[in-house]
């Protein structure tokens, strides 16, 4: 922030507080204009209360008085003519530049229309590259301007989504992104899972689990993009995840973390942009970030100290919590509260600095720079950090991590089989893996237990009494589980495939011969991009020369079949290639989250509290 807008907030703090309207008499005039003695005589005033240059506070002054005339004459034109005037704040990230731009639209008006308007007036090719905020929501272009809520005088931002910068077109590659992420979360394969922060699989409903794979996957890549520094490509990204986010339950997201942490992250997007025009968005995103830390940690964060003690890396984030807390306020001229959040934040990073010659030697021990700051951190009892505690903490971190996974191998087994399994595909036919492992190993059998938890929507008490009770109605109820023998014809037209035939009996046999829920179960057990290519290329060989048919009356269902898995390998083949752009630039250290190197946070703090000084 420069002095120019500090002296922008001082004057216009000042002139609200005197309740002055610069936009009527004796300041301005209709059909005359502004009144220069009366606003000289006013800069002088305010420029000696406030201590700062008399014409700096005079040109404060022209362009508040400019901005109320402007505001007040898009309202008689909205009323008059239904017209609306949008704020638009042009930023590039690259060149460090904003521009803006006073843009008129009917707010019955698709928001593609905004987007032409914005385009034209920038002179730019394709209105499809550009990208509008507002009110933190990115505006979709198929629906209008008024039923996302949009109001005359509201400020919008822009980000442009072509450019000559390294990772080329933006628009090309958000479209990617957005598409390797579908491809991911959408592989039979499972290329995407989720853990808790100490290695337990997290399990969800099935449509629930989708939405939240796909926002964290959004939040992944925008990472990728802050590390970059191209901040313009990180906001879309969350933003795109905020809206993913929409599809879960409230009461989940408010026992994680992950909300929380894409609200604050959006904000240090609009503030490394320095867009201060979102600063309702940017209150309102923290208050959701400090709430959801206050629900998980405690009002004062006891229960997390007592967890993992006073040296936690979880800091780092109330460090920009608090620093980002204090900028919105600076900019509300609410100057006292600004300062105590200015002095949290600078507490808490002077508690997280690391000494960099340990940090130094941990990397060359072999551990990864984020792995080490954060070992460092979480043992430095103020003195940048311990190197034998932190290796300690390293070792002991990936023992706990190893551990976890292990011990919930069956869970994830039952997950993977009942997520390839159609008939529980549905939200409401799902059975929580935790609780099916539980109850089987209390001595139930597995069917009776999966058939329980969906009476009782996965209640495990109450389909322990089901089970204890009523287990002879459940028994009647569960489907015949005498298995149908493998169809020849199917296993003959498989087996051409090269899958193993053990398997090809298998498959067929407990999905009652239904194909291509066993294609899809022998793709699965592939688990490689070297096997999925094979078998394509001999489905394709086949297909073309027509296969060894063993009959011609299967012939009809053999190209089926082939036909089926062609383009089952194709997908599985997309969705590989997919994870491998996605994980081209993803940070695989543990806890990245907490991973900040805060360099950026303390060139901010510095800044603004000396701003405060002024």
């Known amino acids: 922030m420069s002095h120019i807008e500090n002296v922008f907030n001082l004057v216009r703090a000042r002139l609200q507080a005197e309740k002055v309207k610069l936009w009527e008499e004796p300041y301005y005039t209709e059909g005359i204009g502004s009144i220069e003695l009366v606003m000289e005589d006013?800069?002088?005033?305010?420029?000696?209360?406030?201590?700062?240059?008399?014409?700096?506070?005079?040109?404060?002054?022209?362009?508040?008085?400019?901005?109320?005339?402007?505001?007040?004459?898009?309202?008689?034109?909205?009323?008059?003519?239904?017209?609306?005037?949008?704020?638009?704040?042009?930023?590039?990230?690259r060149s460090g530049t904003t521009t803006m731009l006073e843009i008129k639209c009917d707010l019955n008006s698709l928001g593609s229309e905004l987007q032409a308007a914005i385009a034209a007036k920038l002179q730019l090719g394709n209105p499809q590259h550009v990208k509008c905020i507002a009110s933190g929501k990115i505006v979709a272009p198929n629906v209008t301007l008024g039923a996302?809520?949009?109001?005359?005088?509201?400020?919008?931002?822009?980000?442009?989504?072509?450019?000559?910068?390294?990772?080329?077109?933006?628009?090309?590659?958000?479209?990617?992104?957005?598409?390797?992420?579908?491809?991911?979360?959408?592989?039979?394969?499972?290329?995407?899972?989720?853990?808790?922060?100490?290695?337990?699989?997290?399990?969800?409903?099935?449509?629930?689990?989708?939405?939240?794979?796909?926002?964290?996957?959004?939040?992944?890549?925008a990472k990728a993009a802050m590390r970059r520094e191209d901040y313009e490509e990180s906001l879309l990204l969350l933003l795109e995840g905020d809206e993913k986010f929409g599809a879960c339950q409230s009461s989940f997201l408010e026992s994680v973390d992950n909300f929380a942490l894409l609200n604050l992250d959006i904000v240090w997007c609009y503030m490394c942009l320095k867009n201060v025009s979102q600063l309702p968005d940017a209150e309102a995103r923290l208050g959701i970030c400090e709430r959801s830390f206050r629900r998980s940690y405690g009002e004062s964060f006891e229960r997390l100290y007592a967890l993992k003690g006073r040296d936690c890396p979880e800091r780092a984030l109330f460090m920009r919590l608090r620093l980002l807390q204090g900028i919105v306020l600076f900019h509300q001229n609410r100057r006292d509260e600004a300062f105590e959040k200015f002095e949290a934040a600078s507490t808490l990073l002077k508690e997280l600095k690391v000494d960099e010659d340990k940090l130094l030697l941990l990397m060359e021990m072999g551990f990864d720079v984020g792995e080490a700051r954060l070992a460092l951190r979480s043992c430095s009892s103020g003195s940048g950090?311990?190197?034998?505690?932190?290796?300690?903490?390293?070792?002991?971190?990936?023992?706990?991590?190893?551990?976890?996974?292990?011990?919930?191998?069956?869970?994830?087994?039952?997950?993977?089989?009942?997520?390839?399994?159609r008939e529980a595909a549905t939200d409401a036919d799902w059975v929580n893996p935790r609780s099916v492992c539980t109850l089987v190993e209390m001595g139930f059998d597995t069917q009776l237990v999966s058939l329980a938890l969906q009476r009782t929507k996965n209640n495990v008490t109450k389909a322990l009494d089901m089970l204890e009770k009523n287990s002879a109605e459940l028994l009647a109820a569960v489907p015949n589980t005498s298995a149908a023998p493998a169809d020849a014809t199917q296993m003959a037209a498989l087996q051409q495939l090269g899958f193993d035939d053990a398997t090809i009996r298998a498959a067929l046999e407990c999905t009652g011969n239904d194909v291509e829920r066993s294609i899809e179960f022998l793709l699965q057990a592939l688990q490689s991009e070297e096997k999925l290519k094979e078998t394509l290329e001999l489905a394709t060989k086949?297909?073309?020369?027509?296969?060894?048919?063993?009959?011609?009356?299967?012939?009809?269902?053999?190209?089926?079949?082939?036909?089926?898995?062609?383009?089952?390998?194709?997908?599985?083949?997309?969705?590989?290639?997919?994870?491998?752009?996605?994980?081209?630039?993803?940070?695989?250290?543990?806890?990245?989250?907490?991973?900040?190197?805060?360099?950026?946070?303390?060139?901010?703090?510095?800044?603004y509290r000396r701003l405060l000084e002024q």
């Open 42 to 93: 006013l800069a002088e005033r305010y420029a000696q209360f406030l201590g700062i240059d008399v014409s700096n506070c005079m040109s404060a002054l022209s362009e508040l008085q400019d901005h109320a005339l402007r505001k007040l004459a898009a309202r008689r034109e909205f009323s008059e003519t239904g017209m609306a005037t949008f704020k638009v704040r042009r930023i590039d990230n």
């Open 148 to 221: 996302q809520n949009l109001k005359n005088n509201q400020a919008v931002i822009v980000i442009i989504g072509q450019g000559d910068n390294q990772n080329g077109d933006l628009y090309e590659r958000l479209n990617k992104i957005k598409a390797d992420v579908e491809a991911v979360v959408s592989s039979q394969n499972r290329l995407m899972e989720m853990e808790d922060q100490d290695g337990n699989p997290v399990f969800l409903p099935p449509e629930e689990n989708r939405a939240l794979l796909l926002a964290l996957g959004f939040c992944e890549k």
């Open 385 to 421: 950090g311990n190197i034998d505690q932190a290796v300690q903490f390293i070792q002991e971190r990936k023992k706990k991590l190893n551990d976890a996974r292990k011990e919930s191998t069956l869970e994830r087994k039952v997950h993977r089989r009942g997520g390839a399994n």
């Open 542 to 607: 086949l297909a073309n020369d027509g296969g060894d048919r063993p009959s011609t009356s299967s012939q009809a269902q053999n190209s089926s079949i082939i036909d089926f898995v062609m383009a089952k390998a194709r997908d599985e083949l997309e969705s590989l290639k997919a994870y491998e752009r996605f994980n081209s630039d993803i940070n695989q250290t543990d806890q990245d989250h907490l991973d900040l190197p805060l360099i950026r946070e303390e060139q901010l703090l510095c800044e």
